[in-house]
């Protein structure tokens, strides 16, 4: 009898908990529609998914850090980012011990340009992060580049190379690697990438342009070539594989890989560009400078297309309106020797030979041991009269070809002539000092000379490279 009585006071005890229990509704868990935000956002139901996140806040009175999250990230996306910036601020406070937090911090303010504080909240990311993590590195690399800390850029993306080994990652170490102008190195990171990523289109096509650019180009068509059987209409394959047969002088196998490219990137400059210099080649000035136009419409800083755009008037014998790209060109890089080169012939055409003198040393300065460049100095010194300086180029020429420079044939018999000219010079003054019978006097350069100086300058295969690299920045 007693023990029953035990056992009936316990089953008592038990009701009259559960029936506490009962009283006391249990409260729902933070995470409870977590999983159905994140399957929303995932879908890309952004509208549905914006809703529940804001009853959800509402529920949790702004203390549900995922939702906070997800607010940030969609915000974000929806380019309002100094709305998603405060969002992740919010989470931060909720949870100072996360990286992902620190991380979207400073993708938010890397969008912004505010490069300095995205640095900083990445590096608090890297501080606060409990093992390895390749975004935060890569991001780090991002920024330091953009603040021109090249070299502690390239270890952050060696380290994201090596723990993710993904495609961006290998992206950013080639760009840096090419900003730094190693591009030997480049290619090599580029061939591990295209091991790593072999079905990627734009690693394909990152290796095949850096071949083209150490001038490998049986190389460069070949990755090229497997870029665009991934991918046909990848516009910056079809630029290099169009790049490498213009250089060939495959100039309509070049324009139908352009006309491809255009129509899925019709304000590509070196598109424009490329097809501006292969109507040039194919001599069809009108059309080449209405191309060229466009791409200058497009950039209208690109040094290059006004470079391009000087030769094409050059052609049409405009020499002013070249002159006035020319200078252009110049004013933007005054470092190249070729814009001060093709100056030097805007103002031969125009009759300033003395300013065309000074123009062609300047390009001389830049370019030391071109022979192209010292022949059409001497060429413009004996037009302007100077020609004691014109006789000190032809010796330097010769110097130049004794030390094993190659001059080309035309440069040798250009050469040949003008020192002719100057020697019949030279004896008809002698002739007149000592009262002989007065000899004709010798003509300045001819048309002919002239013409060979402004053929012989500008390779239009090098022109082209160059508008592939301006299309590349």
């Known amino acids: ?43 890309g139901e952004t509208e549905a998914c914006k809703q529940l996140i804001k009853k959800e806040l509402e529920r949790c009175h702004g203390k549900n850090e995922f939702a906070l999250y997800k607010e940030g990230i969609i915000l974000r996306e929806e380019g309002k980012l100094q709305e998603a910036l405060e969002s992740f601020q919010k989470c931060l406070k909720l949870n100072p011990d996360n990286p992902d937090n620190f991380k979207e911090m400073g993708k938010c303010l890397y969008e912004m340009r505010r490069f300095r504080l995205s640095l900083e909240a990445l590096m608090e990311a890297e501080k606060v992060s ?47 690697l090419v900003a730094e102008g190693d591009i030997r190195s480049a290619v090599a990171v580029s061939n591990s990438a295209v091991e790593s990523c072999p079905d990627s289109v734009q690693m394909l096509t990152e290796s095949g342009l850096l071949y083209l650019k150490v001038g490998q180009s049986q190389h460069a068509f070949e990755r090229l070539s497997s870029a665009l059987a991934l991918e046909p209409t990848y516009t910056r394959a079809l630029l290099g594989v169009g790049c490498i047969t213009q250089k060939h002088e495959e100039y309509d196998v070049a324009l139908s890989k352009y006309k491809i490219a255009i129509h899925h990137d019709p304000d590509s400059v070196g598109l424009w560009n490329n097809i501006g210099m292969c109507f040039y080649s194919k001599q069809k000035y009108i059309a080449a400078i209405s191309c060229l136009k466009r791409a200058l419409w497009v950039s209208p800083l690109n040094w290059k297309t006004l470079f391009n755009l000087g030769l094409a008037h050059l052609a049409t014998s405009q020499p002013a309106s070249a002159f006035n790209f020319i200078c252009a060109a110049v004013n933007l890089r005054p470092d190249v020797a070729d814009c001060f080169a093709v100056l030097a012939s805007c103002l031969m055409e125009l009759k300033d030979a003395e300013n065309a003198v000074r123009a062609l040393h300047r390009a001389l300065e830049l370019a030391p041991d071109d022979p192209v460049y010292v022949i059409n100095t001497a060429v413009c010194c004996e037009a302007a009269g100077f020609d004691d300086e014109a006789l000190d180029m032809l010796r330097r020429l010769k110097e130049l070809a004794e030390n094993g420079v190659v001059c080309t044939q035309e440069v040798m018999d250009l050469a040949t002539r003008l020192s002719a000219k100057l020697d019949e010079k030279k004896q008809t003054d002698q002739q007149d000092d000592s009262g002989g019978q007065e000899a004709p006097q010798a003509q300045g350069t001819s048309d002919s000379d002239r013409n060979v100086m402004l053929s012989g300058e500008f390779p239009t295969g090098a022109v082209t490279e160059r508008e592939l690299e301006a299309d590349e920045v």
């Open 1 to 43: 009898m007693i023990a029953n009585g035990q056992h009936k006071n316990s089953n008592l005890e038990k009701t009259e908990e559960m029936k506490a229990s009962e009283s006391i509704p249990e409260p729902a868990p933070f995470e409870k529609f977590n999983w159905l935000i994140h399957l929303q956002h995932v879908r």
């Open 130 to 176: 409990k093992c390895p993590d390749w975004k935060i590195y890569y991001h780090l690399g991002q920024c330091l580049m953009k603040l021109g800390e090249v070299g502690k850029a390239k270890e952050y993306a060696q380290k994201a190379v090596k723990l993710g080994k993904h495609e961006i990652c290998y992206a950013l170490l080639i760009k840096i």
